[in-house]
């Protein structure tokens, strides 16, 4: 008898494959277990069991295990369905969605390299002698991988020491010495532990006698640990946490005489990561009130459920979109179902876990993938066992691949923005689309929220899909910002402007700012100055690496790319002809910046753009001092227009409508539609109107028209037509493929070749070989061609013959060293 298990490989490999196991092996294992298994010549991969046979395979002999990793499956049926699902329709290698779903702490193989983790102290008599092993190699040399550690400790068995050392934080794998997000950390103070005895207590009190304002502060903190302490949640130390926040509230104090009690070594500061405090505040007493507008909305999802798996939620922004969903969940959650909630962007966890743990308490998890490996593997565990803690979890798009038993609702908040599309690596799925092929799964519910739905979701509901729910006004009866455009060609004809801002705009702007309210200025594009030019002989310097020109920065002086990152000192006279006469042209946010500088000298001044937000605590420090009125001007890109909530901000202005709606993609006007109506939508978001400035060339434009008269319908009605007309979806589904080599000839006549074996073997319209706008990167010539299916042919069958001809083109020798990706749906 022989006995197998069928696996997937954390590989780009599109097959499974069988390994040998013993007959007790084969009564242990089971679907969902991990199993270390070797491949290739000498490498060891964590691999995934799912199946268990007793078929020889025929075309190889099959190798032994290595070790089973699991003492019981961690990804369960369900999920491996889902991901072969996934690798079917986004044609992807189901390794490859494999390899995206799990946790890579999950994922060792023998390449990864393995560190020490700094600055953590370790105490070695807690460390098995394998433990202590591998912890003195590592004092040794900085880092080790998997193979050096099997030597080291003369066995094959290793990763269940390696993830003790994980576990004990002791080790760290290598990506996470990369990580460069680091959420909003919550500062905490707690007694010098000298002062821990009651002696030295009274020593503590005898110092302060004459700082009366500091011993406030001292006496406020025991009150508030006794009073934590008698609620019973002791901590390790047997001290509650007591935030440096709370403890500045009850004592009615400043942070300036914390800081003094920390300078005097009576108190320590210590910091937790905010998502990860355990939430210690009461929940809500009061039950959440629904408006009336709210309620009705509330009433027709749960009906609409009835009837359909998936509601579309459309309500203007700042409709209290949010707590319809609290009052779903709390539905779901008592009959003990999860609850899945997706987000568009990481940086907007933070806001809405507070939000919710007001409600839900401990209930509350969040995962992503900037989480650090420890972290996501204990929330990975935590939801295959159905925990408490782990009900409510919210996550963006790779929050999907946990391994729910239980899921009985899924949230797509924002379900328009791009981000729900995973672009590189494989697998490019859609996290909306992939969530409610999920849901389906589980016979759960979905509700997709937005105030600008996609093209495609309006379109399902419209259909009767999905089921359709709409609120058209904000809460509590705060009114839609009022609207007024620029015309930029009048306002330069009659100088009426002062750098890029309009006579207009400028007003606007000391009027809020007069009255201590706060404004938000929207150009979309970063740096200074999008291009240099030669006035002499019209030279604009261009990345030597990529298709593009390079992007001023005037802060350091540089020319960047903002495709590879590559940079160079401003050139002080041009390249080509050595002229002095360099100008710019275009603007971005921190030419904007600088302007407002010399025109509101006294206004303090904030930009959120992907050069500020990129060191710690970035993005989240900005948010915060913008809702702290530390600034009274805000300027950045599009990451403003996504669901922040600021409830000071009465004028919102966008710089230059125009550049957005000209972009070369079909969906230019869909998007900045999109981006224009949500930047005003952070206009005036409590009691007094907001207003939005737009400045454009173009001010009869249809869209310009349609965002200033809040009119989605009008959008979404011309922009069907046109989708209809162009053959775009949803009346056609769209699969790119991305073409990519060094050498140009090659790639081109490569290009040709498959596009002229697509165009006559699919009986649909096949586009290209297309150069894109930017038709090299990285030193790497790019190609596309475009296949559009229309709704009445097999999506299946049309992949099938794709994949064919694909697999037929890569056994083509000469074009070998073309790279060829797949994107589905690629919009
Ligand atoms: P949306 O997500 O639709 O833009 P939000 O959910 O952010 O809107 O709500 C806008 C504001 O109104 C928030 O500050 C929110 O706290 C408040 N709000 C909405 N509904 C309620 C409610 N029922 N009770 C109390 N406050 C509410
Ligand atoms: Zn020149
Ligand atoms: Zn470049």
Not at 21 to 36: L, N, T, W
Not at 129 to 140: G, R, S
Not at 566 to 582: A, D, F, I, Q
Request: proline share 4%.
């Amino acid at each position: 008898m022989f006995f197998f298990v069928e696996v997937i490989l954390p590989l780009s490999l599109a097959k499974t494959f069988t390994y040998s196991v013993s007959e007790a092996e084969y009564h242990y294992i089971k679907q969902g277990m991990r199993v270390a298994v070797p491949f290739g010549k000498s490498k060891i991969y964590t691999a995934l069991v799912i199946e268990l046979h007793q078929n020889k395979p025929i075309l190889y002999e099959a190798k032994d295990i290595h070790q089973i990793l699991d003492e019981k499956p961690i990804v369960t049926a369900i999920q491996i369905a889902h991901w072969q699902w996934i690798a079917s329709y986004y044609m992807c290698a189901i390794g490859d969605v494999y390899r995206g779903a799990m946790p890579s702490a999950l994922l060792l193989e023998s390449e990864t390299v393995i560190s020490q983790k700094q600055d953590f102290f370790v105490d070695e008599s807690l460390l098995s002698d394998d433990e202590y092993l591998v912890y003195q190699a590592l004092q040794q040399q900085s880092s080790l991988k998997v193979q050096d550690i099997m030597s080291i400790l003369n066995k094959k068995n290793i990763f269940p020491v390696i993830q003790k050392l994980i576990d004990k934080n002791i080790l760290v794998l290598q990506e996470e010495m990369l990580e460069s997000y680091k959420p909003k950390l919550v500062r905490y103070v707690r007694l010098h532990p000298k002062y821990e005895s009651n002696a030295g207590l009274g020593e503590l009190l005898e110092t302060l006698k004459s700082a009366n304002k500091q011993k406030e502060i001292v006496l406020s903190y025991f009150q508030l640990s006794a009073t934590e302490k008698t609620r019973g949640a002791a901590e390790r130390s047997g001290a509650k946490p007591i935030t440096v926040k709370k403890l500045i509230e009850t004592a009615n104090s400043s942070s300036a005489i914390i800081k003094a009690l920390i300078d005097k070594e009576i108190f320590e500061e210590y910091f937790i990561q905010e998502d990860r405090v355990n939430f210690s505040g009461k929940t809500k007493e009061e039950e959440l009130q629904l408006s009336p507008p709210q309620q009705i909305a509330f009433e027709k999802i749960k009906d609409s459920f009835t009837q359909k798996e998936v509601c579309l939620l459309h309500g203007v922004t700042s409709s209290g979109k949010t707590e319809i969903y609290i009052k779903l969940i709390e539905g779901y959650i008592t009959t003990g179902k999860q609850v899945l909630y997706l987000l568009p962007e990481i940086a907007l966890t933070t806001q809405l876990v507070g939000r919710l743990r007001t409600y839900f308490g401990n209930k509350v998890a969040v995962f992503h993938s900037k989480y650090n490996n420890n972290e996501r593997v204990e929330v990975w565990m935590q939801v295959l066992e159905n925990s408490p803690k782990t009900q409510i979890v919210i996550g963006a798009r790779s929050a999907l691949f946990l391994p729910f038993p239980n899921l009985g609702f899924i949230i797509v908040d924002e379900e328009h923005e791009q981000t729900f599309k995973q672009v590189d690596p494989a697998p490019r799925y859609h996290a909306r689309d992939a969530a409610i092929v999920l849901a389906n799964s589980f016979k759960a519910k979905v509700v997709l929220g937005s105030a600008t739905p996609s093209i495609e979701t309006y379109f399902n509901a419209k259909s009767e899909k999905y089921g359709l729910v709409e609120i058209s006004e904000r809460y509590g009866n705060v009114m839609m910002p009022e609207i007024e455009l620029v015309d930029l060609k009048d306002k330069y004809f009659r100088k009426r402007m002062t750098g890029h801002f309009s006579d207009t705009l400028i007003e606007e702007i000391t009027n809020a700012i007069t009255l201590g309210e706060q404004v938000i200025l929207f150009q979309n594009r970063r740096g200074y100055s999008p291009i240099i030019e030669c006035l002499t002989c019209g030279h604009v310097p261009h990345c030597p690496q990529c298709d593009v020109s390079l992007t001023f920065h005037k802060h350091k002086n540089q020319l960047r790319c903002h495709y590879c990152g590559y940079s160079m000192g401003n050139p002080t006279h041009c390249p080509s002809c050595s002229s002095v006469e360099l100008t710019t042209k275009g603007f971005g946010t921190e030419q904007i910046q600088h302007e407002l500088i010399s025109i509101f000298p006294n206004s303090k001044i904030g930009r959120m753009d992907q050069d500020t937000t990129r060191g710690k605590f970035g993005f989240e420090k900005i948010i915060d001092s913008f809702k702290n009125k530390e600034f009274d001007i805000l300027v950045g890109t599009q990451m403003l227009a996504k669901g922040l909530d600021f409830e000071n901000v009465s004028l919102v202005g966008i710089m230059n409508a125009d550049n957005m709606l000209y972009h070369p993609d079909f969906r230019a006007f869909e998007r900045s539609f999109q981006m224009m109506t949500q930047v005003s939508g952070r206009s005036g978001r409590s009691e007094k109107r907001g207003k939005v400035i737009i400045q454009t060339y173009n001010p009869n434009h249809n869209t310009i028209q349609q965002v200033t008269h809040n009119d989605y319908i009008g959008m979404y009605n011309e922009q069907l037509y046109e989708r209809q007309i162009y053959k775009y979806p949803p009346y056609f589904r769209i699969i790119k493929l991305t073409l990519k080599q060094r050498d140009f000839d090659k790639l081109k006549e490569g290009a040709m070749w498959l596009y002229q074996v697509m165009s006559q073997n699919l009986n649909m319209p096949v586009l290209g070989p297309e150069e894109p706008p930017i038709s090299r990167i990285r030193n790497e010539y790019i190609r596309t061609i475009v296949i559009k299916i229309p709704l009445n042919t097999s999506i299946a069958s049309t992949k099938k013959t794709i994949q064919k001809m694909l697999n037929s083109f890569e056994a083509v020798a000469q074009y070998r060293a073309i790279k060829v990706t797949v994107n589905v749906d690629f919009y």
